[in-house]
Structure formats: structure tokens, C-alpha cells
């Protein structure tokens, strides 16, 4: 008897374009033929998943079945056909909830209650059911619609997980940094409670449009989480009513037990005598700096949307304010010691999700807005990462060489045509494309130019997905200056390599410390 293959999505649906893309999974716009309903369809090629891959597919799917509320993007149907599975979800067409507040011509303390309120919501309906995210974060607040007042959904319950009641068990570490909790930190058993954390997180950013914690060194970014250590400083904060931040103060305790819970949170003053006890003064300071977040994780996300973060990948200095780019700055002295870790190297973005073991003690895949990184890949794979993260290094100091001997048709044969970097020479602006630096080729660098000799030293590559990398290095470089003196720069940089067509090409640099041309 021939086996029948199931065709009931490609019968019942017909597919548009395409909405977000990920390294097994592409989103698109779908519409139901017998109703004309648009919906978004997830659809995952399963013949590349590992038996790991399908039990999350399926538990992702579980999940979003069990939840129905107007604050959660919905799950209509979960079907499977021949190498593919397609989960139909609510096409959100809003955007997200972040970019939309930057739009607005009024947003006060107020309208930062509505929005939280709404997250709080949903985050009581996962709770109830037995759900946690696990992943709360700006990326993951959509907005159903473009219509003034359309509801906030959550989305993305790719990292989420179902617990008994108020069970605490380690459950793996998981999250995105500048979110996660001080007990996943501390690698306790944890539950509902790390949810709240996050929202104490997001209530903070909404209010004042910078995080709470931060910290370019990812391991003080830790240290800060772990020891609570925030702050609310003047001017920005002494606007906020006290209500608003006593609501901050009990998401972000570090006991969490004592922390408060999504229906305490939903009772609190702030929240259900908003109109009495919130501010409707316009926060046009909040709408600047909340710019600035915004450009920031939108920047780095494009760059990287998502990266494997390990325990040896810290930051890299920065050229930019922190104030002007959205962070609040730390002024106060960091008496915390790092952990001993070996090898720092610099990262461009401290806001991407990172998963170090998931719930069965196995490696879980990463699931962020556009891609998936597979971890049990990168184990099974190891001698073939070895010889990519080879080629990156190799096609590294090919690009350095071109510098050194001013060849620009090399350069720009190894470089996108887009490329973005942010250098010393650029003043702390960000800079796209050729223009700038075919200037400093023609008129700085040429064949004549005196020998230069460049190091790479501590060069570490992280490989994203199939086709795309980040290598971070120290560049010493070695000229005779016009005194015949021997001179060395030393600078900092990081680049992000994309492959196209076999083609390695370098799409984003990020340089610190001397400029990368000689004084000759």
C-alpha cells in the first residue's frame, strides 16, 4: 500500500514573502484560502534537525498551543508534511513595542504602565499554565498592529519551558544577558521568578530608555546582576514617581523568593491606580536615550543577530559615550573581581541570547529573531570548525596585508560593498561602505609607502551558524618612522566575516585604540 504524504498545509495555505529568516526555519506571510485570514508560518526544514531539534520543535509547539491571550502571539496549527513542519502563528504586523514608543509624540510614566501591565499579563497567563519564557526582552514585545492603542504580544517561546507549580530545578542557563537573573547566574535551581526579573529589567529601559546593568565586560555585567547593583540617578530618575520605582525594586530583589510575583506585580498601586498614581508628564529624555537603545541593538543585531556566548568572550573597549548611545554609565567604583577566566576577547553585542545547557543536561539549540545557532553542531563538528575558524584567520590577514601594501582593489574585493565599521579615524561615527577608506588608500597608503610589518596576536574566532563569523585580535603593527626609528601601534579590533557564494567577505569592523595608518 503507497504511503499516503500529508499535504495539508500546502493544500489549506498559500505562501507570500518572506518575514524573518533563522538557520532552519524561515518565516513567512501566509493566507488561509478557504477564509482569505492572513497568518505568519514558521516552517522548519526538518531534515536538517537532530532528535534534540525535533523534541524542542515539539515542546515549542506544546507550549504555544496551551496559551491563548491577547497578549501572546497565538499558535492556530501545528502541521507536519514531508521534510518540513509549519507552525501557523497570528501574522503581528505592529513591529515591535520599543521602536513603537520612539514614534510617538507623547509618552510619559503613564503609557510605561500600560505597557507593562500588558506584559504582566501575559506573563500571568504563561505562569498559570505551568509556563516560563525565559527569554523576556525588548525584540520579543510586538505590537499587534500599526493602530494607535494595538495590544503588546509576547513572542518567541523558543527557550521557554514548563514547570510543576513553583517547582525551582536547574533547568539549564539560558536567557540573554543583560536579562537574566542573579540565581541562573549563580546556576541555582530557578523558576517562574527569573520571568519577573527580566520584566523589572524591561520596566527600567522603558522608563528612563536605558538597562539597569551594564557593563561591556560581560563578567561584570554578571557580577553586577548578581549583587543587584543598580541604581536610579539624577536628573532622569527624579522625575519617576516613587511608585514606579518601589514596582522596580521588588522585580529586581535578588532573593527570589521574596521577589514579587506577575499577579502581586498586576495588583500594585502602579499598575491598577495608574491614572491617579503614574505621571503623565511627556518623558521626552526617556524617547531620546530609548533612540539611541534602539539603534543600538538594532546596529548589533544586524551585525550579529545572534551569538554563542562562552565564559572566555568579553567586551571590547568602546569609542562611544556610554550616555550618548542610550547605557547608563557607572560611575561608581567596581570593587567586584572578576572570575579568573582565561583569554578575554572582545564582543560586539551583550544583548543576544545564550544557552550553555538545557533542560535534559544536553546542548540546546539558540533560537533569536533571525538565526539558530546549533551547539550540538559545533560539537559534532569540530574538526570542520577548526578549519573554518582557520580560514577566517587566514582571510584576516589577508585583509591586513592589503592595507599594509594600500592594494584598495584587494580590499575591496575581500570587503561588502556595505561595510559598516566603527573606527578612530570615523570620530565614533559609525561608517558604511568603500568612500572612507578608498581615501585614506589614495592619499595615506600607496606601493611607496616604508615597510609594514602587522601581528595579529590572540586571534579568536567564533563561527555563526554555516556562513558567518566574528574574529577578535589584537593588531600590533611595526613601521620605521621618518627618522628611521622602528615604531609599533598596538589596536584592539573586532570583525564580522559573511560567507556569499563560497566567498568570505568582511561586512563589519570594529576598531579601538591607535589608527590603523603609520605616521609616515
Not at 497568518?39 to 532528535?51: G, V, Y
Not at 497578549?71 to 496549527?77: D, G, S
Not at 507536519?80 to 503581528?92: A, I, K, P, Q
Not at 590572540?458 to 613601521?479: D, F, K, M, S, W
Request: include cysteine.
Amino acid at each position: 500500500m503507497a504511503l499516503t504524504i500529508c499535504t495539508r498545509f500546502t493544500d489549506e495555505y498559500q505562501l507570500f514573502e518572506e518575514l524573518g529568516k533563522g538557520a532552519f526555519s524561515v518565516v513567512r506571510r501566509c493566507v488561509k484560502i478557504s477564509s482569505g485570514q492572513e497568518f505568519a508560518a514558521k516552517i522548519i526544514n526538518t531534515k536538517k534537525l537532530s532528535a534534540r531539534d525535533h523534541q524542542k520543535l515539539e515542546r515549542e509547539a506544546r507550549i504555544c498551543r496551551l496559551l491563548k491571550h491577547p497578549n501572546i502571539v497565538r499558535l492556530h496549527e501545528s502541521i507536519s508534511e514531508e521534510g518540513f513542519h509549519y507552525l501557523v502563528f497570528d501574522l503581528v504586523t505592529g513591529g515591535e513595542l520599543f521602536e513603537d514608543i520612539v514614534a510617538r509624540e507623547y509618552y510619559s510614566e503613564a503609557d510605561a504602565s500600560h505597557c507593562i501591565q500588558q506584559i504582566l499579563e501575559s506573563v500571568h497567563h504563561c505562569h498559570v499554565n505551568g509556563i516560563v519564557h525565559r527569554d523576556l526582552k525588548p525584540e520579543n514585545l510586538l505590537l499587534a498592529s500599526k493602530l494607535k492603542g494595538a495590544a503588546v504580544k509576547l513572542a518567541d517561546f523558543g527557550l521557554a519551558i514548563e514547570v510543576q507549580g513553583d517547582q525551582q530545578a536547574w533547568f539549564g542557563f539560558a536567557g540573554t544577558p543583560g536579562y537574566l537573573s542573579p540565581e541562573v547566574l549563580r546556576k541555582d535551581p530557578y523558576g517562574k521568578p527569573v520571568d519577573m526579573w527580566a520584566c523589572g529589567v524591561i520596566l527600567y529601559i522603558l522608563l528612563v530608555g536605558y538597562p539597569p546593568f551594564w557593563d561591556e565586560d560581560q563578567h561584570r555585567l554578571y557580577q553586577q546582576i548578581k549583587a543587584g547593583a543598580y541604581d536610579f540617578p539624577s536628573p532622569e530618575w527624579d522625575t519617576v514617581t516613587p511608585e514606579a520605582k518601589d514596582l522596580i525594586n521588588k522585580m529586581l530583589t535578588i532573593n527570589p523568593s521574596k521577589r514579587i510575583t506577575a499577579t502581586e506585580a498586576l495588583k500594585h498601586p502602579w499598575i491598577c491606580q495608574r491614572s491617579t498614581v503614574a505621571s503623565m508628564m511627556h518623558r521626552q529624555e526617556t524617547v531620546e536615550c530609548l533612540k539611541k537603545f534602539n539603534a543600538r541593538r538594532k546596529l548589533k543585531g544586524a551585525i550579529l543577530t545572534t551569538l554563542l556566548v562562552t565564559r572566555n568572550f568579553s567586551a571590547a573597549k568602546s569609542l562611544l559615550n556610554k550616555k550618548a548611545d542610550g547605557v547608563k554609565v557607572n560611575n561608581k567604583a567596581n570593587t567586584v573581581t572578576s572570575p579568573k577566566e582565561t583569554g578575554p576577547v572582545p564582543t560586539l553585542e551583550p544583548q543576544t541570547t545564550v544557552i550553555h545547557n538545557p533542560v535534559d543536561g544536553n546542548k540546546e539549540s539558540i533560537e533569536s529573531a533571525n538565526t539558530t545557532i546549533e551547539d550540538e553542531d559545533v560539537k559534532a563538528c569540530t574538526n570542520n570548525n577548526k578549519a573554518r575558524k582557520q580560514e577566517i584567520i587566514k582571510v584576516t590577514e589577508q585583509l591586513i596585508e592589503s592595507i599594509n601594501n594600500g592594494d584598495f582593489e584587494s580590499y575591496a574585493k575581500i570587503c561588502d560593498p556595505g561595510l559598516t565599521s566603527f573606527e578612530p579615524e570615523a570620530l565614533g561615527n559609525l561608517v558604511e561602505g568603500h568612500d572612507f577608506h578608498r581615501f585614506y588608500f589614495e592619499n595615506a597608503l600607496s606601493k611607496g609607502n616604508k615597510p609594514v610589518h602587522t601581528i595579529l596576536l590572540n586571534p579568536h574566532v567564533h563561527l555563526i551558524g554555516e556562513n558567518a563569523a566574528c574574529i577578535a585580535y589584537i593588531r600590533l603593527t611595526q613601521y620605521m618612522d621618518t627618522n628611521g626609528m622602528p615604531r609599533t601601534m598596538q589596536s584592539e579590533e573586532t570583525r564580522v566575516w559573511h560567507r556569499r557564494d563560497g566567498k568570505w567577505q568582511n561586512i563589519h569592523f570594529h576598531r579601538s585604540g591607535s589608527p590603523s595608518i603609520p605616521s609616515q
